[in-house]
Structures are given as structure tokens and as C-alpha cells.
């Protein structure tokens, strides 16, 4: 069983989002990053990129693989969590905290509400 | 071979026990890994690994002359093996371009045992086949489907199966040994050769006895490894790998098809090429130019998106010089990007850089492998 907070909103790919007065933070969820395994690498988008909804805005490598990671809703970045360059491991160890990817301001803060819930989520992984 | 539900070996039913990721490898579902990649990576090199490579084929070649007839096609000096050694070689087609590698055993002067690759079988058996001599003196069995291989190993790895079959079943580096009696009443043979760069046993045995001796070596400590660290292991001793750096018959389509059809010069690999002897496709491997692309590695020297298959790699000033073939972080190497690919006008130690992502170009140094 993964960790899936309540607080959280969630998409199919895996993502989070937490709401922090009118901007979102990103991350992948507890289920992602056990699924990818060691995390060796994050190509970061620039602060101030914009995108477009499942607009490609990250890719993470583990050993294997190199994974996509999608903006869930369209908006800029904010901020970057530079930390990642160095310990892309936080992501493995911590997604919901330390492991944190992007601050993103929405075009419409509304679509948050559309997202998935946790109850969603855990049923989407099957838990 | 991919038609159709994939094979599964003998040892399937313990995969599934294991908790496995199965995948389908060449038409066999196999374990792509257990635990963890990294992991099972880093438990071969410091440890002992057990790995299912059933996949891969055996074949028997037996007859008074079979070690000038084999190397007529091998581009290994078959004749200076002498039993009971393995040795690792190419096989040629008539325009030399390379249709499979292989280690093989010299059991006798008239007995002749080799694995060709799993999705090479076929082929390979109707290319030996082809050039049997017509006087019946050479005889080819194929023993791939009652025969399991394991590898086991890893520094560990003689500790263990001493354990399991007793301290006379040992062979060392790149030899051939029948198993002997043992404990678990297991048949079949032992080579100390595999494919990580690590010392250790390939394990032939029936099929039916497989499962005896797997579980075994597991209880007696030996780290169960998928294909996913297998493909990293080798990677970073810079072992070519059939259909993934080589490929044969070449691709039909796309403008990058011929990429893959290579030569034994191509493949840059120092051992398993003798210009000693004749061996069907010899003239293409002595007609290069010194320019021509070989099989380089290339070394990260900053961090960057990973060096994965296909990436092109260019000269500092982004004049293109060729692409990789395989490429991964390195386990062993603080998962450092590596990679290995066909290169034009370079040497060793010269800097480039790899296209690793539409954003970001790489810098890496040019290396000859292994990586360690």
C-alpha cells in the first residue's frame, strides 16, 4: 500500500497537486516513484515556462527508463525545486515533501477542482 | 519467435513464486527484475546474482575435424582452444556482417558446445545447417529446449555452489566441466563464463532438474537477478549485446536501418577476432578505414539527461559523429550516464557531447571500455 494524503488532488499520471493560496505545488505520487524505482535524474523546466494542459514539463530517469511527466493543468512556473538537480533521490525518498517538482500559477485556479481525489486515486491504482 | 504467447521456461513457476516483473523478452517471459534493478545490480558485484538465461540456446557440434570446420565460420581462432577452455567469438555472413556472438566450449577435440542468443536460434541453426559438410562428418544437435542455463555470479558465487554441489564442482575462468556427483543428484554442465564481467558459472542442466538447483542456490544466499541488471552489468564491462548493438539481417526500413549491421572491426570488441585464419566475411573486417565508425564508449563528465539508445553524439562544434547503441546510469559507478556507439574520427579521451534531450546536449569523454 502506497501513501495517498487526503489533502491532496491527483491525476492518472501519477501526479499531485497541493493548493497553496493561488498557485499549485507538484510532485509524483508515493505509488510513481516505487513503480520507477531509483530516480537518477530530472530534466527541470525553467522558472517562468508555461504550458499547456499534459504539456510536457519534466522528464524523470531511473535506471531504465526515462518518464514524462505532464503538466496536469495549464499554467507558468513559479518555482523550480533546484534541489533536484543534485538529489533527484528526493523524489524516492520523500515525493510529497522534499521530493517536491514545481510551483505553478493556473490559468483558471478553478480546474483544480476537477482533479482527482485521494479516494479517486486509490481506486484508480487499485488499493 | 514473437508470435504468439511467449515461451516460459522451466523456471517460470519460481519467477512467479519470486514476485517477479515478467516481460516479454525475444518470445520468452522472463523477469525483467525482482526487487530493484540497482539493487540486484549492485548484489552481483558484491555478492553472487542467479540469473534465469534459459532463453539462450545450446547447441552440440561433434565430429573428428569440428574445430577447423567451426572455424572456417568463427571469427575465434577455434583450432588454439584447447579443451577443456571456452572462448568467445563472431559468426559472419558472406558480406561480413555479424549475425550473432557466442562463447563456446571445447569439451574434446571432437566435441564442440555453444549458446547462441535467444532470438538467434533459428537462424544460427539453419546457418551451421547450411555449411555442414556433405560427407555427413559433422553432426549439429540442438539442445536449447531440454536444456536450462543459470548464471550465477559475483564474488560469491564458487562459496555458494560449493555449498550446494560440493567443492569438486568448480570450473574456473572461461573452462568446461561436466557436473559431477553432488547432493541434489543435478546433471548436466558448468562453464565459468557469463556475461557481467563478474568471475562465476554458467549452469547447464535438464530442464526438469532446474528448479532443484535454483531454489538451492537461492536458500544457500545467491541475489535472483532480472534481464533489467543484466543489461547493466554488461553495459558497464562493454559486452555487446545481439539485437540491441548488433542486428541482424539488417533493418529493411528507415534511413538508419544498415546502423546496426556491423562488423567484427566495427564492434571493437579486443577479444574474439583472430586475422590469423580464413572465416567466411573476413574481407570486410580487413577493408576498413581507420575513419570509419567503431564501437566506442562515452563517459558523462557533467550531469545531464541519460546517454539512452539512439542518442546521437556530435563533436564539440555539433558536427555529428554517430549514436549510441546502449547507454544507462552505471549502478556501480554512482549511476554516472554511459554509453557505448558507433563513432566516427574519434580516440580515446577526446571530448563530446551527447544529445541526450531536444534541451540539453551532454559534454562526455570518449573512453575504451569496460567502464570498470
Known amino acids: ?127 | 519467435m514473437s508470435e504468439g504467447a511467449p515461451v516460459r521456461t522451466a523456471l517460470y513457476q519460481e519467477h512467479v513464486a519470486l514476485n517477479a516483473n515478467l516481460v516479454d523478452f525475444h518470445g520468452f517471459e522472463l523477469p525483467i527484475w525482482y526487487s530493484n534493478i540497482k539493487q540486484e545490480h549492485l548484489a552481483t558485484r558484491a555478492t553472487a546474482g542467479l540469473f534465469d538465461v534459459s532463453h539462450m540456446g545450446s547447441f552440440r557440434f561433434s565430429g573428428k575435424d569440428v574445430k577447423s570446420w567451426l572455424e572456417g565460420l568463427a571469427t575465434q581462432k577455434v583450432t588454439a582452444v584447447a579443451p577443456p577452455r571456452c572462448a568467445y567469438t563472431h559468426f559472419l555472413d558472406d558480406d561480413g556482417l555479424l549475425i550473432d556472438d557466442m562463447i563456446f566450449a571445447v569439451v574434446s577435440d571432437e566435441e564442440i558446445l555453444g549458446v547462441p542468443n535467444a532470438s538467434m536460434i533459428d537462424v544460427m541453426w539453419q546457418w551451421f545447417s547450411k555449411h555442414l559438410p556433405s560427407d555427413g562428418s559433422i553432426q549439429l544437435e540442438n539442445l536449447s529446449d531440454a536444456t536450462s542455463i543459470m548464471a550465477l555470479q559475483g564474488p560469491e558465487a564458487k562459496a555458494l555452489l560449493s555449498a550446494v554441489l560440493g567443492e569438486e564442482n568448480h570450473v574456473g575462468r572461461f573452462k568446461w566441466q561436466a557436473i559431477g556427483d553432488n547432493p541434489l543428484g543435478v546433471t548436466g554442465w558448468l562453464q565459468g563464463t557469463g556475461y557481467t564481467g563478474e568471475a562465476g558459472y554458467e549452469i547447464f542442466v535438464p530442464n526438469e532438474e532446474v528448479s532443484t538447483l535454483w531454489r538451492a542456490l537461492i536458500d544457500a544466499g545467491a541475489v535472483p537477478v532480472g534481464l533489467g541488471a543484466r543489461d547493466t552489468l554488461r553495459l558497464e564491462k562493454g559486452f555487446l549485446l545481439s539485437g540491441v548493438d548488433f542486428c541482424w539481417p539488417p533493418l529493411a526500413e528507415g534511413e538508419n536501418a544498415s546502423f546496426l549491421a556491423r562488423d567484427s572491426w566495427e564492434t571493437n570488441v579486443p577479444f574474439g577476432l583472430d586475422l590469423e585464419h580464413e572465416f567466411v566475411g573476413k574481407h570486410r573486417v580487413v577493408g576498413h578505414a581507420d575513419d570509419d565508425a567503431r564501437w566506442w564508449g562515452i563517459r558523462y563528465t557533467e550531469k545531464g539527461p541519460l546517454p539512452r539508445p539512439g542518442k546521437e553524439v556530435t563533436l564539440l562544434d555539433g558536427t555529428m559523429i554517430g549514436a549510441l547503441t546502449s547507454g544507462a546510469p552505471a549502478p556501480s559507478l554512482e549511476n554516472i550516464g554511459i554509453g557505448i556507439g558507433y563513432l566516427t574520427h574519434v580516440k580515446e579521451g577526446d571530448e563530446v557531447l551527447v544529445v541526450a534531450s531536444p534541451r540539453k546536449s551532454v559534454k562526455a569523454v570518449v573512453v575504451r571500455p569496460p567502464f570498470l
Open chain 1, 1 to 127: 500500500m502506497s501513501q495517498i494524503p487526503e489533502e491532496l488532488y491527483y491525476t492518472k499520471e501519477h501526479e499531485w497537486m497541493r493548493v497553496e493560496g493561488d498557485e499549485i505545488v507538484i510532485g509524483i505520487t508515493d505509488h510513481a516513484q516505487d513503480a520507477l524505482t531509483d530516480i537518477v535524474y530530472i530534466e527541470l523546466p525553467g522558472d517562468g515556462d508555461s504550458f499547456d494542459d499534459m504539456g510536457e514539463f519534466a522528464i524523470v530517469e531511473s535506471v531504465k527508463s526515462a518518464s514524462p511527466i505532464f503538466a496536469p493543468l495549464a499554467g507558468t512556473i513559479t518555482a523550480v525545486n533546484d534541489a533536484l538537480e543534485d538529489e533527484p533521490e528526493l523524489m524516492n525518498q520523500d515525493p510529497y515533501g522534499a521530493g517536491w517538482i514545481v510551483r505553478m500559477k493556473l490559468e483558471n485556479p478553478e480546474a483544480i477542482t476537477g482533479m482527482m481525489s485521494a479516494a479517486d486515486y486509490k481506486a484508480e491504482i487499485g488499493e
